[in-house]
């Protein structure tokens, strides 16, 4: 050892040295400096750091980092649903990163990284799932801007990037989806902290699932086609929660495929190559690896799981000219184009619009038609035994009900009103307030029960890792869920208490504007 400098306090009467206050010591090799710190680990000095120009393997096991993090940890581990959880999880990544050079640092130095990552290990599996075959992901715990939604621009972005730089579609693929999986870390922990809005959360997923989708779908014509002609223009289609930026931690997206042949193009080639191209995006996304599958549903199509996968722009023409009956019109009230041929896109939007936006509004007999599938919905299709006022998505007060209430709005006054054509379920309540169709009140009550069954069906998710539209009944995991919602660790009654007060309220208004009572 090599002293370089040392620094004393002294006293002021005298001038005496008093005691040492300061010592630098420099070492020759990393073996020499191991042991200069597990001796001064065991000596009990409390405050003392090691530097080095490279990274030393077991310096922060010789320092006794993780020895010294523990007991503070052991109590916020405590604090969350579930302690154990939490240990095994930090155990788990500490193993994968123990012999980073930085890891355990951050974790001294960062005391807030420390604490959010025991919330989050104590309460979430699906959070837990997504960081442990990634645990650097744990860096962005470290400031509230890490965790905020990326936009869908610099989402897309990083796709790019990605494309450049590999050459496979499949590598291409595997990439998009290690991205998304950072992607539904950030969002899942800003969730569970509450650094970020439910609403945003949704934005943010639905972001996150486009880019993806863009990406997938590139590497999907590379795939079928490789250097070969495209046949054929392609689009992309959102429905449902994916159309209305609206997603959840369980939600698939939902979509439509349209094409269209080149000029000079075979049809029939084209339209075996445009589905070819739709299989392989599912397939590219949808199958099981390390990285989680995006679910792609394309049941909202026409004729549903029994028609063609992909239709061309003139045959769902046909089709809705045709054919269409209410329910559809008003599932296309979502539909939004997010990736493939912008012009495409444009005009199948543009086909659509008289359908879901009807120049002279809903006709009585769409009108009864709308309310008898609703009221069929709400007595077939709830699970069997469930409580249905305990059922978020169906059950009464529930997603269901605020969202068909908007759309009954949209197809009633859409064409003349152009604020009411709009994807958000939100934002047409806005909309409809602007417009005198709602009154403050009862928007502010649709709203309130829209975005708590929205919270709770994202926490449960969360929570256990897997997707239900219940809300808990089970001690733990409404202890959960609570915590996940901020209510504390002993906070599903509460939540469930309240759930059932706000959801009342949204179906007296629902029954209503929508039924007429």
């Known amino acids: 050892m090599t002293t370089i400098a040392t620094q004393t306090r002294t006293t002021a009467a005298t001038g005496a040295p008093a005691r040492l206050n300061c010592l630098l010591a420099e070492y020759e090799n990393p073996a020499q400096l191991l042991a200069a710190a597990e001796q001064i680990r065991d000596k009990g000095y409390r405050y003392w ?16 980092i993780q020895r010294t993090l523990l007991p503070v940890l052991l109590g916020w581990f405590a604090d969350g649903p579930d302690p154990d959880a939490g240990l095994l999880g930090f155990r788990q990544v500490s193993d994968d990163l123990g012999a980073t050079p930085w890891y355990l640092r951050l974790l001294r130095d960062e005391s807030i990284v420390a604490e959010r990552m025991a919330h989050i290990l104590s309460s979430s599996c699906y959070a837990t799932d997504l960081l442990l075959p990634a645990p650097a992901s744990v860096q962005m715990l470290a400031a509230d801007d890490e965790l905020a939604p990326r936009s869908l621009e610099s989402l897309t972005t990083e796709v790019d990037a990605i494309a450049t730089r590999h050459d496979l579609p499949e590598a291409i693929v595997a990439a998009i989806r290690a991205m998304r999986r950072k992607e539904l870390f950030r969002l899942a922990t800003g969730e569970i902290l509450g650094t970020t809005r439910a609403t945003d959360v949704g934005r943010g997923l639905t972001d996150v699932a486009t880019a993806s989708i863009d990406g997938a779908l590139r590497a999907a014509w590379q795939s079928v086609a490789g250097g070969d002609e495209h046949l054929a223009r392609f689009a992309v289609i959102a429905m449902g929660r994916f159309g209305g930026g609206e997603l959840g931690f369980a939600s698939d997206a939902d979509v439509m495929f349209v094409y269209e042949a080149l000029p000079d193009a075979d049809e029939t080639e084209a339209g075996k ?79 659509i619009d008289p359908l879901r936006y009807p120049i002279k509004g809903l006709a009585p007999d769409a009108l009864r038609e709308m309310r008898r599938i609703k009221a069929r919905m709400e007595s077939e299709r709830l699970p069997r035994g469930a409580d249905p006022r305990l059922h978020v998505k169906l059950g009464p007060g529930g997603l269901s009900d605020v969202e068909w209430v908007a759309q009954l709005l949209q197809l009633q006054h859409a064409h003349q009103i152009r604020d009411l054509q709009d994807t958000s379920t939100l934002s047409v309540l806005d909309a409809a307030v602007a417009h005198s169709l709602l009154s403050v009140q009862d928007a502010t009550t649709l709203r309130s029960s829209w975005e708590m069954a929205t919270s709770i069906r994202n926490a449960v998710m969360l929570a256990r890792g897997r997707p239900s539209d219940m809300v808990p009944t089970d001690p733990r995991e409404a202890m959960a869920v609570g915590f996940i919602l901020g209510r504390g660790a002993r906070g599903g009654t509460e939540m469930r208490e309240e759930y059932l007060r706000v959801s009342r309220r949204a179906r007296q208004v629902m029954e209503r504007v929508f039924y007429g009572e």
């Open 49 to 64: 750091d090691c530097h080095t120009p490279f990274p030393v393997h077991g310096l922060d096991q010789a320092m006794g």
């Open 273 to 351: 190559q445009a589905f070819a191209v739709a299989n392989e995006l599912r397939a590219l996304l949808m199958t099981a690896s390390t990285d989680p599958a995006l679910e792609i549903d394309a049941d909202l199509r026409p004729e549903g799981k029994s028609g063609p996968l992909v239709r061309t722009l003139d045959s769902y023409q046909s089709y809705y000219a045709r054919w269409s009956s209410p329910w559809e019109a008003q599932a296309l009230l979502r539909a939004r184009a997010v990736a493939g041929d912008p012009d495409l896109g444009s005009r199948f939007i543009a086909m």
